[in-house]
């Protein structure tokens, strides 16, 4: 989501500030008695769920032969998080009528000019992924960890700081924050993770530098907790950058973390080391119920989204990336499958910083006779991809923009893969 933009993503159009009793006087289509959201699109959510999640079972209950105690933890956290799918399906619908009902919605800026664009549509859906989510994997520590288990302190401490990050997030779905100060939200949500962090600070040197650095492992200390605090600042804002269209925002969420899970399965079952077995699965635990609880989400924010994630979820979403990357101790590789988020977040610099003028919604141009979109001359990656293959419409667009997400998921596997054994 654009930084510049109004919270609810997939371009909410809010030229002022909503509030509550204004909001209810000046919108009466928008009353929450009136509100029908169209059902979820569960043909496109049960495809997503069957393509990401098939491979995941294949390797965890097939190819590799896991240990009995991992494969029921993995089964009982899936369980839980496919309830959890379904808990979120029935909470949208009701959550949608209150926001609404508390004035935050927004207009779609890309259907500016046809009946749709007038349509208000509840936003800052999020909070209700991140409510479920929380709840899941706290209800998971009771079938998987002891009173005394190591990473039960950690484990805490990623729940903290996600939900400090849902708290912060929706916060500025409802005030509003300058963006400048956007970029001091995850630093504050992932205090706890920073203070109850116990594992190492050091980093294997990659063999082809280490000759040249004189260590094959290089202690890092304060410094190394310093990359995770700016990992997890860059993964919320990166997803929140990277927006604009219904359905991107929690699309490229679900791609990325649906990579995470392959990559935690291939690594516990390709290593023999039992704390990197111990760290990946961690991941699973913490992953797997933010992509079932996200696929939900999808049904109803993909085109023509019924209502808008907000803020809240793309800090959430960016948050939790960012401690199963961190604390399954695969950050470099977590970079990688944000390739596309790095790019965008480069082509941004020069406006975000103002080195050229930046306007408020970095949008493309919505053509009401064609009904296509054109791409302006705006550093991000959704107009550059106009600019390059031509116009085409939100939903093509879309697609596009996350088969980009997939291929650069597949092409961080293929690196892993040609590097291992020479790069570390």
Not at 141 to 164: K, P
């Amino acid at each position: 989501m654009d930084v510049r933009r109004r919270p609810g993503a997939a371009a909410a159009d809010r030229p002022t500030k909503s509030r509550p009793a204004a909001a209810a006087a000046a919108a009466p289509a928008a009353a929450p008695g009136d509100l029908v959201l169209r059902p979820p699109n569960l043909r496109l959510v049960l495809a997503a769920m069957a393509l990401f999640l098939a491979p995941f079972s294949y390797l965890a209950f097939v190819h590799y032969p896991l240990a009995a105690d991992l494969r029921r933890s993995i089964l009982i956290c899936g369980a839980i998080s496919l309830g959890g799918f379904f808990v979120v399906l029935r909470l949208i619908p009701v959550a949608a009528r209150y926001l609404l009902r508390r004035g935050m919605f927004g207009k779609d800026i890309n259907k500016k000019g046809l009946p749709m664009g007038e349509i208000t549509v509840p936003e800052s859906l999020g909070i209700v992924v991140g409510i479920v989510y929380l709840v899941i994997a706290i209800l998971f520590q009771h079938f998987n960890f002891t009173a005394d288990s190591i990473w039960l302190v950690e484990y805490n401490a990623a729940l903290a700081s996600v939900c400090f990050m849902i708290l912060l997030g929706f916060i500025d779905d409802v005030l509003d924050i300058p963006w400048r100060v956007k970029l001091l939200l995850p630093t504050i949500a992932a205090l706890p993770l920073l203070m109850a962090y116990a594992g190492g600070t050091s980093i294997i040197i990659p063999k082809p530098l280490a000759s040249y650095v004189g260590v094959e492992v290089l202690e890092l200390g304060w410094m190394y907790k310093l990359f995770m605090l700016l990992l997890a600042v860059f993964c919320t804002n990166s997803i929140n950058i990277h927006a604009g269209l219904n359905g991107l925002e929690v699309g490229q969420t679900v791609v990325i973390s649906a990579a995470v899970l392959i990559h935690n399965v291939m690594r516990i079952g390709s290593s023999k080391d039992l704390e990197t077995q111990q760290a990946h699965a961690f991941s699973i635990y913490l992953v797997l119920p933010f992509l079932t609880t996200s696929l939900a989400l999808l049904g109803f924010n993909w085109y023509p989204s019924s209502v808008f994630v907000g803020d809240t979820y793309t800090y959430f979403a960016g948050m939790t990336l960012a401690v199963v990357g961190i604390l399954g101790h695969f950050s470099e590789t977590l970079l990688l499958f944000f390739l596309p988020q790095v790019l965008n977040f480069l082509c941004s610099v020069p406006q975000l910083f103002h080195f050229v003028p930046c306007p408020r919604h970095r949008l493309p141009r919505f053509d009401t006779q064609t009904g296509l979109l054109t791409g302006t001359k705006d550093g991000n990656l959704v107009n550059i991809f106009l600019r390059l293959f031509g116009k085409c419409s939100e939903k093509s667009l879309c697609i596009r923009l996350l088969i980009f997400q997939a291929v650069s998921c597949l092409f961080c596997f293929w690196l892993r893969y040609m590097l291992t054994g020479w790069y570390k």
